[in-house]
């Protein structure tokens, strides 16, 4: 069966400081890999996909990027942290053909800048 | 432009009564559609999801949920709610063309009292 892990699960940053977090699915092969963001009392914000390895979409400009060296682990990366930045971040996979299918989410990342 | 709402941002209901979220949608043709229930400090799980064909459709735990084209809304039902089904709830639509966009709405939270 597939599964999809996070980490870490919470992680208190100061505001300027570098971030990474992981994600990595097992069980399946190319699957579409996705950032969200969830903050406080809001939906969530789809940050960036991945269709293959090196291949990536951003949705909405931030200090934020992603890379995916391999086709099962996806990272979520910033050189400096902003206060707006606090949040839940889910990472999520589907098979193709995209957008049609269920999106399998992971645990999270519980971030805090201050 | 695409969107989804969810009209009420928290519902409280006693256990072992029915419940009934709302989900509307702007979408340019009829989209696939979803329920997904996050608890606390978790990732989101599917609950359902429509993609055509008869138009109530059936989850896990007991939900159901009625595509209606007219009113381009894709409510949520359970007729007897339990004290764990408190959670959050988010409704999504995903182009029925292809794509990435699967769009959340801003969720609704499940308080269930005894």
């Known amino acids: 069966s597939q599964t999809i892990h996070q980490w870490p699960a919470t992680l208190v940053q100061p505001v300027g400081s570098p971030l990474s977090l992981e994600c990595t699915v097992e069980?399946?092969?190319?699957?579409?890999l996705y950032w969200y963001r969830q903050a406080a009392g809001r939906g969530l914000q789809l940050l960036f996909y991945?269709?293959?390895?090196?291949?990536i979409s951003s949705e909405v400009p931030q200090n934020l990027s992603a890379s995916r060296p391999q086709d099962r682990q996806f990272i979520l990366s910033s050189k400096k942290l902003l206060l707006s930045d606090s949040g839940f971040y889910l990472c999520?996979?589907?098979?193709?053909?995209?957008?049609?299918?269920?999106?399998?989410f992971g645990p999270g990342t519980r971030l805090t800048v201050l | 432009a695409q969107s989804v709402t969810q009209p009420d941002i928290h519902i409280t209901v006693s256990e072992g009564a029915s419940l009934e979220l709302r989900c509307n949608y702007s979408?340019?043709?009829?989209?696939?559609l979803f329920w997904y229930v996050q608890s606390p400090g978790q990732g989101l799980q599917l609950l359902l999801k429509?993609?055509?064909?008869?138009?109530l459709v059936q989850g896990i735990k007991g939900f159901e949920a009625e595509f209606k084209r007219s009113q381009s809304s894709f409510n949520l039902r359970k007729p007897s709610v339990h004290w764990s089904d408190a959670a959050e709830y988010f409704c999504?639509?995903?182009?029925?063309?292809?794509?990435?966009?699967?769009?959340f709405g801003a969720g609704t939270r499940l308080f269930v009292k005894a």
């Open positions: 999520a996979w589907s098979s193709l053909p995209p957008g049609s299918d269920t999106q399998y």
């Open positions: 069980g399946t092969s190319n699957p579409n």
């Open positions: 991945s269709i293959g390895i090196d291949q």
């Open positions: 979408y340019g043709a009829t989209p696939y």
């Open positions: 429509y993609f055509s064909g008869d138009t």
């Open positions: 999504a639509v995903a182009p029925n063309t292809g794509g990435f966009k699967t769009i």
